[in-house]
């Protein structure tokens, strides 16, 4: 099971960080995906981490990605946030390989989502 949080309003410029705990298994075992879907739009994927990390262009410098492995958690910090980054994130976990991160087809068990809204 996955619990995603840590979505909020924050103005354009702002930061966020956003949570993913894991129950019933070590999260450190797991490659966690960050995806985002906006109003109107298609899921897209954001970032994934698996011991390093891989992310979308569109939040190459900004997003980083970190694991916790005593909490269970992996994070999703989010600097110099934009509007165009508004949108309910999921986090989700996969077995595949690494070529394969970004597809969302992949993943098998899905966080229930976290708001984010950045006003302008």
């Known amino acids: 099971q996955l619990q995603a949080s840590g979505g909020g309003l924050v103005q354009a410029g702002g930061s966020l960080r956003l949570s993913c705990t894991a129950s019933g298994r070590p999260i450190s075992n797991l490659r966690v995906g960050w995806f985002r879907q906006a109003p109107g739009k298609e899921r897209e994927f954001v970032a994934a981490f698996s011991g390093s990390s891989r992310y979308a262009d569109s939040v190459k410098g900004r997003f980083t990605a970190s694991r916790d492995s005593a909490l269970n958690t992996v994070y999703l910090q989010m600097n110099s946030l934009k509007p165009e980054d508004t949108a309910v994130y999921y986090c989700?976990?996969?077995?595949?390989?690494?070529?394969?991160?970004?597809?969302?087809?992949?993943?098998?068990?899905w966080g229930q989502g976290t708001l984010v809204t950045v006003s302008s």
């Open positions: 989700a976990v996969t077995q595949t390989i690494w070529s394969y991160l970004d597809d969302a087809r992949r993943y098998t068990y």
